[in-house]
């Protein structure tokens, strides 16, 4: 199975930048990082993805690094509704619609 | 546009009775996916269909079964219930079958079964 290793909490302030970290030390070439979060009482939602760069949308942004053996998922503004449990996953090429979830990180935040 | 629908919202059976969970896709996307949730625990993958086709399937029992229909919606299947097989049943739909290309899958609410 494809692995990656995230902390299991994190806590951040409202309105401040959170820097959630991700290590897939055995990541391959192809492989491209995945976010997912899943709120309270839903079904998990996609965040962002990349290969190499560094990538940026309306939610987030992916900070990868150099060697692509660990990434961090930037969130500027915590927000009370960014309260989740957020998953890193590795998504291989020939991905077959799998997605291997770990236990993530559940991120609190304080108001 | 809606998005990934489940029916039912709850479900309550006893030990060796069977169920059927339903999913309807979001409008266009011709991939579904079935995953289990544990409480505390990520999703397990179960089953991925593409064109009505088993594309991928995760490790479970036989007991698990599940089919995908012409209009890309889908039913699982769980015989023969345990009490670990209660969980929150998670159904994610894509427009193709690969996720290094399609990119995203989009889940729905889930169904939770609870075993008795």
């Known amino acids: 199975d494809a692995k990656t290793t995230q902390p299991n909490s994190m806590e951040s302030n409202e309105e401040e930048p959170v820097h959630l970290p ?13 976010w997912y979060r899943q709120l309270p009482s839903q079904g998990p939602e996609y965040v962002i993805h990349g290969l190499t760069s560094n990538v940026n949308n309306r939610m987030a942004s992916l900070a990868i690094a150099e060697d692509r053996k660990s ?13 989740a449990v957020y998953y890193c996953i590795r998504v291989g090429s020939g991905n077959t619609g799998k997605l291997i979830f770990g236990q993530g990180t559940t991120l609190q935040v304080k108001p | 546009d809606a998005g990934v629908t489940q029916s039912p919202t709850h479900l309550i059976k006893t030990r060796g009775q069977q169920v ?3 999913c309807s896709p979001i409008s266009g996307h011709k991939s579904v996916s079935w995953y289990q949730q544990v409480l505390g625990q990520g999703p397990q993958f179960i089953f991925q269909y593409y064109e009505k086709e088993e594309r991928g399937r995760g490790n479970f029992p036989d007991r698990f079964s599940a089919r995908q229909f012409p209009n890309y919606s889908s039913e699982l299947n769980v015989n023969a219930l345990l009490l670990g097989d209660s969980a929150l049943y998670l159904c994610a739909s894509s427009l193709g079958p690969g996720l290094d290309t399609y990119n995203e899958q989009f889940f729905g609410p889930g169904t939770r079964l609870t075993v008795l």
Do not use: E, V, W
């Open chain 1, 22 to 34: 991700c290590n897939h030390s055995t990541i391959s070439g192809t492989d491209y990082i995945h």
């Open chain 1, 71 to 83: 990434s961090t998922l930037i969130l500027h503004r915590a927000t009370l509704r960014d309260a």
């Open chain 2, 20 to 22: 059927t969970l339903r």
